[in-house]
């Protein structure tokens, strides 16, 4: 466990120094660590090329005390960022490898949760004499169901006209389950709409 804490600040430490620190989410702290690494790389490469200019200019004057000083410090600098480079790009592949567990364990948990969904559509199914749809609760009664707006106002026309309301239906006679008249669209054929 004392471990898994170090590492743990270890890659919290590359964060901070790059300038990531607030992160927190797996998957943000492996595009924050990937882009520390691109940025490591950056430093080796640009810090390795000064160190071979300098070696150049060490070659034409192989005494001077500052050169070989430069050149001394480049080197364990360069050991120092590739050492870096070597520890983030272990922290991004320990996050990745959480980060996959993490997904495998989400889906997982997602396919239990969808097989339960199934057990009880099939309960349900069961006690419906096998129907594949769940029962309709009891308390929804479509028949009962207060109309609507546009079933009143067929059913007041359909009063003024002297036709019939079928009251089992809840609406004017001739007229669909919806309470648009039987055979009737909603639009006519110029765009308007039916009233």
Request: overall charge negative; glycine content about 8%; proline content about 5%.
């Amino acid at each position: 466990m004392a471990a898994a804490e170090s590492s743990a600040a270890d890659v919290d430490g590359v964060l901070d120094s790059f300038g990531f620190g607030a992160v927190t989410e797996l998957p943000l702290k492996i595009a924050a660590l990937e882009s520390a690494v691109a940025r490591l790389d950056d430093i080796v490469v640009r810090l390795a090329a000064s160190t071979a200019e300098i070696r150049e200019y060490l070659l034409a004057d192989p005494k001077d005390d500052d050169l070989l000083q430069a050149v001394e410090e480049n080197e364990a600098i360069l050991g120092r960022k590739r050492e870096a480079v070597r520890l983030v790009r272990a922290a991004i592949a320990k996050l990745e490898k959480e980060q996959a567990a993490a997904a495998a364990a989400s889906a997982a948990a997602k396919a239990s949760l969808a097989e339960a969904e199934r057990a009880e559509l099939g309960t349900a199914a069961e006690e419906s004499g096998g129907a594949s749809w769940p029962k309709v609760p009891p308390s929804f009664d479509r028949e009962a169901a207060e109309p609507s707006p546009y079933q009143r106002q067929v059913d007041a026309r359909a009063r003024a006209e002297g036709a019939a309301v079928a009251p089992e239906a809840g609406g004017a006679a001739g007229a669909d389950t919806d309470g648009a008249p039987a055979g009737a669209g909603p639009a006519s054929d110029d765009g308007g709409v039916f009233l």
